[in-house]
Nanobody
Framework: QVQLVESGGGLVQPGGSLELSCVAP????????ITWFRQAPGKERGGVVC????????SYATSVKGRFTISRDKSSNTVYLRMNNLKYEDTGIYSC????????????????WGQGTQVTVSS
């Protein structure tokens, strides 16, 4: 079973940058696609960006396109989310999740979740 461990996040000013990491230890990490979700205060959790199991395909929500970059390092079983030009509306809890259906829209299709990490954009 895939297990996910997140790191990164914190407090940043508008226009600043942060990088989140999602580590999937173990041999099963190559078999799953990863999606980063965001839950803003008072809102439902929603998908932000996806990366395929081989890293060859990525998909971004319109709100983050051009500012966020997802990448995958197979040697360390780590997925990175680089967030640039952060805006107030990027504030929320970010969670990575593993699925065997690329960029699955139904959260029931995700078999493992990270613990979540807080990102706060504030001046």
């Amino acid at each position: 079973q895939v297990q996910l461990v997140e790191s990164g996040g914190g407090l940043v000013q508008p226009g600043g940058s942060l990088e989140l990491s999602c580590v999937a230890p173990g041999d099963s990490s190559d078999s799953v696609h990863i999606t980063w979700f965001r839950q803003a205060p008072g809102k439902e959790r929603g998908g932000v960006v996806c990366i395929s199991r081989d890293g060859g395909q990525t998909s971004y929500a319109t709100s983050v396109k051009g500012r966020f970059t997802i990448s995958r390092d197979k040697s360390s079983n780590t997925v990175y989310l680089r967030m640039n030009n952060l805006k107030y509306e990027d504030t929320g809890i970010y969670s990575c999740a593993a699925t065997r259906k690329y960029c699955a829209g139904d959260q029931q299709d995700y078999e493992a979740w990270g613990q979540g990490t807080q990102v706060t954009v504030s001046s």
